[in-house]
């Protein structure tokens, strides 16, 4: 509970994420590998998430045409990064497969 609370202080006066302090918590001196440290650090910022956007919603604060385009944006960049990342990867692999056959060859 000291920790979630100093987390939250730290949080609310630096405007950072809750993640950024007990992610590393829960790494280091709980001993939680990282992928169910961040699954549990997202699926707690769910309700919060989701009450205040009913709140949100209630008193018609958002601009649902910004909104979609954001989604939408961010729906193009991560296909964009997503492709990238495997072309990267082909290049990389088809490369390197490349000259270490070329070095073995001599």
């Known amino acids: 509970m000291l920790v979630g609370f100093f987390a939250g202080m730290i949080s609310g006066f630096f405007s ?6 007990l992610v590393p918590y829960m790494t280091s001196i709980l001993k939680k590998d990282r992928v169910n440290t961040r699954a549990t650090t997202i699926f707690c910022i769910f309700f919060m998430v989701f009450t205040s956007g009913c709140f949100y919603f209630k008193q018609d ?9 954001c989604a939408v944006r961010w729906y193009d960049w991560w296909l964009h990064w997503v492709k990238g990342i ?4 082909e290049k990389f692999f ?5 000259y270490f056959f070329a070095i073995c060859r001599d």
Not at 16 to 21: A, N
Not at 61 to 69: E, H, L, Q
């Open 94 to 98: 088809g490369n390197f497969l490349y």
């Open 16 to 21: 950072s994420g809750g993640g950024l302090i």
């Open 61 to 69: 604060y958002i601009d649902w045409a910004m909104a979609v385009k």
């Open 86 to 89: 495997v072309e990267c990867r």
